[in-house]
């Protein structure tokens, strides 16, 4: 039972498929508490139905609570209730169609209650929403302890928040027990918030940072892992960081916090191939620190269009690196990221290097394709290279992000071919089977996948299927929303 009536409530997604948390409710989560507040986190925002979720909001929203947040970063809509395209604005952000009601009940309950969206969709939502009282921009720790401290004082708090956060390096996540965490699970830990690199097509806003300016201690996240693995016996995780092997320094000091470990571990990860084809040591420190699963964003297999962007590698160097990574490190999941649309691609071309991901031979587990994307002009967003000069390489793009290249090739045709071409990949084997490319190449199903009860060995002997996934997701869900309505 919970030893108090929350102050917080913050409401996040489950990364599906299979069952993986967003780490920044949590980071949210452990400021608050660390300021002497009491915060609910309940995951499953958009999976609940319209009668369990009033059931959740009326047992922890009360007449105490100080604000209710929303983490729009993974929320997306339901389309078992509605469809996406008829619903209205405050239904397409929140992924509910429900959402006005479920604003109401809070009201109702507590109209001295705030509600609050943060995380990275939140900027979207415009200013004559009236169902959100508060919007945090941003890195959102200091602006969810500002909040906290006016309301707790009964003082009025302005709708836009943005306050900066500097001390991240310093930060941790504790995970509690209200927070409902199963035995063994496979945990989010943040290792940092940026990136030294500036490629043309990412829009990210913590882009080009300095080394370790961005980066958290590394024997503060040996110790979270040590606390997670003492609390709850976990020892899968998957690390939030844009870039892992940013430099082989970076590399060398986690790996030898991680060596003091009375335990190994196992941790995905997005990482640059390229860094670490150019800095072989590393290879051997990532895998001996416990990378089992990495996402490479490598975004063309054709020279020309890669170094277009920034990632000069030569695109056959990237695959012959990518044999020898699956050689020395053979229990490595490797998925890579792949944008349709990008300069001196064509879809000759990217048909052709999708023939190479279908060999038998390919050392790829999985490949996400997604058309380019290029963002209107606007003061109000962070903008790519690409964004704010479009015509440097050779685009044209109006006010909706339509986009044409100079040689007629379109968005839409990109859209409909990353769509072929995922199906291609998706052909393979059979339908219902969890197989090399089934999963969609995300890299961080290896841990979302063994939290509902799945192996590696599972995907190898093909007794992993799309519908025994989504039984074993619907009985997680049904366990948690036990042991949650029994705090």
């Not at 690199?197 to 958290?216: A, D, H, M, V």
């Not at 979270?224 to 020892?235: L, M, Q």
């Not at 969890?434 to 190449?441: A, I, M, N, P, T």
Request: hydrophobic share 35%; glycine share 6%; proline share 4%.
């Amino acid at each position: 039972m919970l030893e108090k009536e929350p102050d917080v409530v913050l409401f996040t997604e489950v990364c599906s498929a299979g069952f993986g948390r967003y780490a920044g409710t949590y980071r949210i989560a452990t400021e608050l508490r660390d300021e002497g507040y009491t915060v609910q986190v309940i995951e499953y925002f958009t999976k609940w139905s319209t009668a369990e979720l009033l059931q959740i909001v009326r047992k922890f929203v009360t007449h105490n609570c100080l604000w209710v947040g929303v983490s729009t970063t993974f929320l997306s809509p339901d389309t078992h209730r509605k469809r996406a395209d008829v619903m209205s604005m405050p239904e397409s952000f929140t992924g509910r169609n429900d959402w006005p009601e479920i604003v109401s009940t809070i009201r109702d309950i507590n109209p001295r209650c705030l509600i609050v969206a943060g995380g990275a969709k939140a900027d979207m939502i415009p200013h004559t929403d009236t169902t959100f009282d508060v919007i945090i921009s941003g890195q959102g720790e200091t602006s969810a302890a500002y909040i906290s401290e006016q309301l707790f004082a009964r003082r009025d708090v302005s709708r836009l928040q943005s306050l900066p956060y500097d001390n991240y390096p310093k930060s941790t996540i504790k995970f509690e027990d209200n927070d409902i965490i199963f035995p063994g699970e496979h945990l989010p830990v943040e290792i940092a918030r940026g990136c030294i690199f500036k490629c043309s097509f990412c829009n990210y806003p913590l882009n080009g940072k300095k080394l370790w300016e961005f980066n958290r201690q590394p024997h503060l996240v040996r110790e979270d892992i040590n606390d997670v693995y003492n609390k709850f016996g976990s020892t899968g995780f998957m690390f939030c960081d844009d870039n892992y092997n940013d430099s082989p320094d970076k590399v060398k000091r986690f790996h030898k916090e991680f060596m003091k470990l009375d335990y190994d571990i196992q941790f995905s990860t997005y990482a640059r191939a390229d860094l670490i084809f150019s800095k072989w040591e590393t290879a051997k420190l990532l895998y001996e620190s416990g990378l089992r699963s990495v996402f490479f964003g490598v975004e063309s297999l054709n020279h020309e269009s890669a170094k277009s962007i920034g990632k000069g590698m030569d695109s056959e160097k990237i695959k012959d690196g990518l044999y020898k990574l699956k050689e020395e490190c053979p229990e490595l999941v490797v998925c890579i990221g792949m944008i349709v649309g990008l300069p001196h691609d064509t879809e000759e071309t990217l048909r052709k290097n999708n023939e190479w991901l279908l060999r038998d031979d390919c050392p790829v587990d999985g490949v996400t394709y997604h058309p380019l994307h290029i963002s209107p002009t606007s003061p109000f967003l962070n903008n790519s290279k690409m964004s704010n000069q479009p015509d440097k390489y050779g685009y044209k793009v109006d006010e909706h992000g339509f986009w044409i290249r100079n040689d007629g090739l379109e968005k839409d045709t990109c859209v409909n071919l990353s769509r072929e071409l995922t199906q291609s990949l998706a052909d393979v084997g059979d339908n219902d089977q969890l197989d090399k490319f089934g999963r969609v190449g995300s890299f961080t199903f290896f841990n979302r996948l063994q939290n509902i009860g799945y192996s590696v060995e599972d995907f190898k002997n093909g007794t992993a299927t799309h519908s025994g996934c989504i039984d074993k997701e619907k009985q997680m869900q049904h366990t948690y929303h036990g042991r949650l309505m029994a705090l």
